[in-house]
């Protein structure tokens, strides 16, 4: 069983930059899918971001494709989140989450529902 810290949220002003990271414990790193989800005040769990189990694949919410930037350290059981060119529509509580039946062979999932564990989030504000 895998558990997931994220760290890393805090207040920006718009146009700026912004790294998340979650660390994982327990289970085997390397076997999970990862992805970042947002959730906004009053609006459902949206995709961000997703990696493959190598790191090899990536896969982008359209909203934030070219501004954003995942990526994992399987070594240090890590995964990040670049964000640049941050918006005031990025504000939202950001959640690491892992997928653990993802196969080698299969695509990415981007929906909320694919991922069986969860970090407990961190808190994005951008400032307009």
């Known amino acids: 069983q895998v558990q997931l810290v994220e760290f890393g949220g805090g207040l920006v002003q718009a146009g700026g930059s912004l790294r998340l990271s979650c660390a994982a414990s327990g289970g085997t790193f390397s076997r999970y899918g990862l992805g970042w989800f947002r959730q906004a005040p009053g609006k459902g769990r949206e995709f961000v971001a997703a990696?493959?189990?190598?790191?090899?694949?990536?896969t982008y919410a359209d909203s934030v494709k070219g501004r954003f930037t995942i990526s994992r350290d399987n070594a240090k059981k890590m995964v990040y989140l670049q964000m640049n060119s941050l918006k005031a529509e990025d504000t939202a509580v950001y959640y690491c989450?892992?997928?653990?039946?993802?196969?080698?062979?299969?695509?990415?999932?981007?929906?909320?529902?694919?991922?069986?564990?969860w970090g407990q989030g961190t808190q994005v504000t951008v400032s307009s």
């Open positions: 990696i493959h189990r190598s790191g090899g694949t990536t």
């Open positions: 989450a892992a997928d653990s039946r993802l196969f080698l062979s299969a695509p990415l999932r981007v929906g909320y529902d694919a991922y069986d564990h």
